[in-house]
């Protein structure tokens, strides 16, 4: 029986930090489910479809990972799938505090799911999508804290996101 793992998050857009961890990830087991949780309440800097397009070109190097979307309970979702874990990635102790609370509530509805934390590679440990899609909006150079395969889909989101305004 295959183990497959669920790798979550909103991927907005995807940084060098998040590769680092489905590098990793992937090594540990058999298959690997980069999902794209789908926020409605959230206006997100990249579209699902844009995230999902950039998340398939930085992991392509990847036989056993593939990218799906979901929305609704993660548990639910790493259900259906099959996964008997689920992989978060930690850079700080304010992570920790927030996955430790996730971790446990999922625990709660799914006690067959385990919960594995990755630590981040030191050098990628202060970027974050947020960081990126500031320095991003505001002109700066970001492209050392992405996979280069998406700037090209980083760009076009901040041309639209500009002429939005």
Known sequence: MARIAVYPGSFDPPTLGHLDIVRRASGLFDQLVVAVGINRSKSPFLTVE?????????????PNVRVDSFSGLLIDY??????????????????????????????????????????????????SSGIVKEIAMFGGDYRNMVPECIVPIIERAVRAHRTDR
């Open 78 to 127: 790493a259900k259906s799938v099959g996964a008997c874990a689920v992989i978060r990635g930690l850079r700080a102790i304010a992570d920790f505090e927030y996955e430790f609370q996730m971790a446990m509530a999922n625990r709660g509805l799914c006690a067959d799911i385990e919960s594995v934390f990755l630590m981040t590679n030191w050098e990628h440990g202060y970027v």
């Open 50 to 62: 844009e995230r999902m397009q950039a998340l398939a070109c930085c992991t392509a190097e990847f």
